[in-house]
């Protein structure tokens, strides 16, 4: 009678009712049903739960996949902590509509993903340029998981205005290639395409020779270009997801006007990010009174959270909040380290360097403080284990001085990493319990020597049953499931996060007792197709089996080797077609 059954687990059906021991028959990639007593097993693969829980699988609803979806679609980094569905085109940068070399350059510095791996896969298998031609190319992969994904605003622009004209303050975009973007739009939401994403943060900055340092092409686009996008978002009852510039903090207010629905149809508006962070103790409760004011005004406002401390590595000066601040900037944009060492060694450039490391009041991410950063790898072991201050009182030098003398002298041989926000487990519980938000910011696939999100689901679980552990929940677990996977494919309008008779049979087993395991440890695994190794996470026990589309992705906790290799797995999702309710 089914093809799998799952037995004698504790089951979440995604919907955040009331968990149960049961039973789960699946027949042809569906549920086929769900009881109290046993299921016939004859002809069936028997999945004993015991001891188990079994949720719907995971939606991961910030991922920057775009270029591994096209060489390596199994997506197994995620997958194999339970992920069934993921989201690309975050941040205004799909690999959808632009030319090769112009999607690769808008990705692969903001990403730290290697221009030299990225582009030749765009060169070699980047045959569309339209949003239909896109979709048809993945529905073609042998995909691991489900796919969603947004139109990003870089790559719209880019496509129609051109790298150099998209990225000039001076320019506007013309009627005619305003209507060319509206179009590429249209026929993107008629796809399925969840939505667009736009960028406003000016960090975030273009690779290559030609357009070297720029901000993104979002960045560069009036709030009326904006506007008229959106119009076509709201019309569709579709989202935009945006990220503020965080050194104009009043510019959230452009998006939030946005969100509310005020004599008009609200836009379903999620931004990057809700976080507690350190150098800034004032941000999270305010991003939490605009939320829960824009949505009592009738908007339809999500935050995104990370639900774990917020936790970055750095090979010397190569990450991205040295963007952040004058004197860090002025040292990214130079290209080689012989160029980076002659201005460390600059006495006018440290002194500017040692300002900008003093302000207190400046908008920031990183709170500035290398007291409050670890080495981790060195070619003097002495270094090794201890902060950046405290050497600096040992040789009796300013830390600033001391950083730059170890830029100069080890470069990139300098790995240190710090917590930058989330690091109060009080103030964490309470952001993942705000009903604004959304759990999600991995930032899988991307970063790739900066930070490992890949587990974040497992974080969240892990964070919610601790609560419960010690007497003070911060909410039951079958909301936590909920939060993971129905309340976000719900949110998002797409077919994914429920296990009910007839929803497609995407789960995961798990074993509570191996969450008590520590989930933010880094190693280092082949990055599949990419020829070199990234920072993963590794967290045996915990996700024992995955099914995706009622065939099983990973078992014993290993990808099955013919994910990503044979279809029928996953598949692409459109929005719009949700029987979730």
Same mark, same amino acid.
């Given at each position: 009678?089914?093809?799998?059954?799952?037995?004698?687990?504790?089951?979440?059906?995604?919907?955040?009712?009331?968990?149960?021991?049961?039973?789960?028959?699946?027949?042809?990639?569906?549920?086929?049903?769900?009881?109290?007593?046993?299921?016939?097993?004859?002809?069936?693969?028997?999945?004993?739960?015991?001891?188990?829980?079994?949720?719907?699988?995971?939606?991961?609803?910030?991922?920057?996949?775009?270029?591994?979806?096209?060489?390596?679609?199994?997506?197994?980094?995620?997958?194999?902590?339970?992920?069934?569905?993921?989201?690309?085109?975050?941040?205004?940068?799909?690999?959808?509509?632009?030319?090769?070399?112009?999607?690769?350059?808008?990705?692969?510095?903001?990403?730290?993903?290697?221009?030299?791996?990225?582009?030749?896969?765009?060169?070699?298998?980047?045959?569309?340029?339209?949003?239909?031609?896109?979709?048809?190319?993945?529905?073609?992969?042998?995909?691991?998981?489900?796919?969603?994904?947004?139109?990003?605003?870089?790559?719209?622009?880019?496509?129609?205005?051109?790298?150099?004209?998209?990225?000039?303050?001076?320019?506007?975009?013309?009627?005619?290639?305003?209507?060319?973007?509206?179009?590429?739009?249209?026929?993107?939401?008629?796809?399925?395409?969840?939505?667009?994403?736009?960028?406003?943060?000016?960090?975030?900055?273009?690779?290559?020779?030609?357009?070297?340092?720029?901000?993104?092409?979002?960045?560069?686009?009036?709030?009326?270009?904006?506007?008229?996008?959106?119009?076509?978002?709201?019309?569709?009852?579709?989202?935009?997801?945006?990220?503020?510039?965080?050194?104009?903090?009043?510019?959230?207010?452009?998006?939030?006007?946005?969100?509310?629905?005020?004599?008009?149809?609200?836009?379903?508006?999620?931004?990057?990010?809700?976080?507690?962070?350190?150098?800034?103790?004032?941000?999270?409760?305010?991003?939490?009174?605009?939320?829960?004011?824009?949505?009592?005004?009738?908007?339809?406002?999500?935050?995104?959270?990370?639900?774990?401390?917020?936790?970055?590595?750095?090979?010397?000066?190569?990450?991205?909040?040295?963007?952040?601040?004058?004197?860090?900037?002025? $040292?990214?944009?130079?290209?080689?380290? &012989?160029?980076?060492?002659? !201005?460390?060694?600059?006495? #006018? %450039?440290? @002194? +500017?360097? *040692?300002?900008?490391?003093?302000?207190?009041?400046?908008?920031?991410?990183?709170?500035?403080?290398?007291?409050?950063?670890?080495?981790?790898?060195?070619?003097?072991?002495?270094?090794?284990?201890?902060?950046?201050?405290?050497? $600096?009182?040992?040789?009796?030098?300013? &830390?600033?001085?001391?950083? !730059?003398?170890?830029?100069? #002298? %080890?470069? @990139? +041989?300098? *790995?240190?990493?710090?917590?930058?926000?989330?690091?109060?487990?009080?103030?964490?519980?309470?952001?993942?319990?705000?009903?604004?938000?959304?759990?999600?910011?991995?930032?899988?696939?991307?970063?790739?020597?900066?930070?490992?999100?890949?587990?974040?689901?497992?974080?969240?679980?892990?964070?919610?049953?601790?609560?419960?552990?010690?007497?003070?929940?911060?909410?039951?677990?079958?909301?936590?499931?909920?939060?993971?996977?129905?309340?976000?494919?719900?949110?998002?309008?797409?077919?994914?996060?429920?296990?009910?008779?007839?929803?497609?049979?995407?789960?995961?087993?798990?074993?509570?007792?191996?969450?008590?395991?520590?989930?933010?440890?880094?190693?280092?695994?082949?990055?599949?197709?990419?020829?070199?190794?990234?920072?993963?996470?590794?967290?045996?026990?915990?996700?024992?089996?995955?099914?995706?589309?009622?065939?099983?992705?990973?078992?014993?906790?290993?990808?099955?080797?013919?994910?990503?290799?044979?279809?029928?797995?996953?598949?692409?999702?459109?929005?719009?077609?949700?029987?979730?309710?």
């Amino acid at each position: 009678m089914f093809d799998v059954v799952i037995k004698n687990g504790r089951f979440f059906d995604g919907t955040g009712t009331a968990s149960r021991i049961c039973n789960l028959g699946i027949r042809d990639g569906v549920v086929a049903e769900i009881s109290d007593r046993p299921l016939p097993e004859s002809g069936a693969r028997v999945i004993d739960a015991s001891a188990c829980w079994v949720t719907p699988g995971f939606v991961d609803t910030h991922t920057h996949y775009d270029a591994e979806l096209i060489i390596a679609p199994a997506l197994s980094e995620s997958v194999r902590h339970g992920v069934t569905t993921v989201l690309v085109g975050s941040c205004s940068l799909s690999m959808v509509c632009s030319e090769a070399e112009d999607a690769s350059d808008i990705f692969t510095r903001v990403e730290t993903v290697p221009r030299e791996k990225v582009l030749p896969i765009l060169q070699q298998h980047k045959t569309w340029s339209r949003p239909s031609e896109w979709v048809r190319f993945v529905e073609q992969q042998p995909l691991g998981p489900n796919i969603i994904s947004f139109l990003g605003h870089s790559d719209l622009r880019v496509s129609v205005m051109g790298l150099h004209r998209s990225t000039d303050r001076a320019i506007r975009p013309t009627e005619a290639e305003l209507q060319q973007m509206e179009g590429l739009l249209e026929e993107a939401l008629d796809e399925g395409f969840l939505g667009m994403s736009s960028m406003c943060l000016k960090w975030d900055k273009i690779d290559g020779d030609r357009e070297w340092s720029k901000s993104l092409p979002s960045t560069y686009a009036r709030w009326s270009e904006m506007r008229r996008l959106n119009r076509q978002l709201r019309q569709r009852g579709r989202v935009h997801q945006g990220a503020p510039n965080a050194a104009n903090p009043l510019q959230i207010f452009q998006y939030l006007g946005e969100a509310v629905g005020l004599l008009r149809k609200p836009l379903k508006t999620t931004l990057i990010s809700m976080l507690d962070l350190k150098g800034n103790k004032t941000v999270a409760p305010m991003a939490k009174l605009a939320a829960r004011v824009t949505n009592m005004l009738g908007g339809d406002f999500r935050w995104q959270v990370l639900p774990t401390p917020f936790a970055i590595y750095a090979d010397g000066i190569d990450h991205v909040v040295f963007e952040e601040f004058g004197a860090g900037e002025m $040292a990214r944009n130079l290209k080689t380290e &012989v160029e980076q060492n002659a !201005l460390f060694q600059d006495e #006018a %450039y440290r @002194r +500017k360097f *040692r300002r900008f490391y003093a302000e207190k009041f400046s908008p920031r991410v990183w709170q500035r403080d290398f007291g409050d950063a670890i080495i981790l790898e060195c070619p003097e072991p002495g270094y090794v284990g201890r902060d950046f201050a405290d050497i $600096a009182n040992e040789k009796g030098v300013h &830390v600033v001085d001391l950083f !730059l003398d170890l830029m100069v #002298a %080890y470069g @990139r +041989k300098l *790995r240190w990493f710090t917590v930058i926000g989330n690091h109060r487990v009080d103030k964490l519980r309470s952001m993942v319990s705000n009903p604004d938000t959304l759990i999600t910011f991995s930032d899988a696939g991307a970063h790739i020597r900066n930070m490992a999100f890949y587990n974040l689901p497992l974080r969240f679980l892990q964070l919610i049953k601790e609560s419960i552990d010690q007497g003070e929940p911060a909410m039951t677990m079958e909301r936590a499931v909920h939060r993971l996977t129905g309340e976000q494919a719900r949110w998002l309008g797409v077919d994914a996060g429920t296990l009910r008779v007839g929803d497609r049979a995407d789960v995961v087993v798990i074993d509570p007792a191996k969450l008590d395991q520590p989930l933010d440890a880094q190693c280092w695994a082949e990055m599949e197709g990419f020829n070199m190794e990234r920072m993963v996470n590794r967290n045996p026990g915990i996700v024992r089996t995955v099914l995706i589309n009622g065939k099983v992705a990973v078992e014993e906790g290993e990808p099955v080797a013919a994910l990503g290799r044979t279809q029928g797995y996953g598949k692409f999702l459109r929005a719009g077609e949700c029987s979730n309710g």
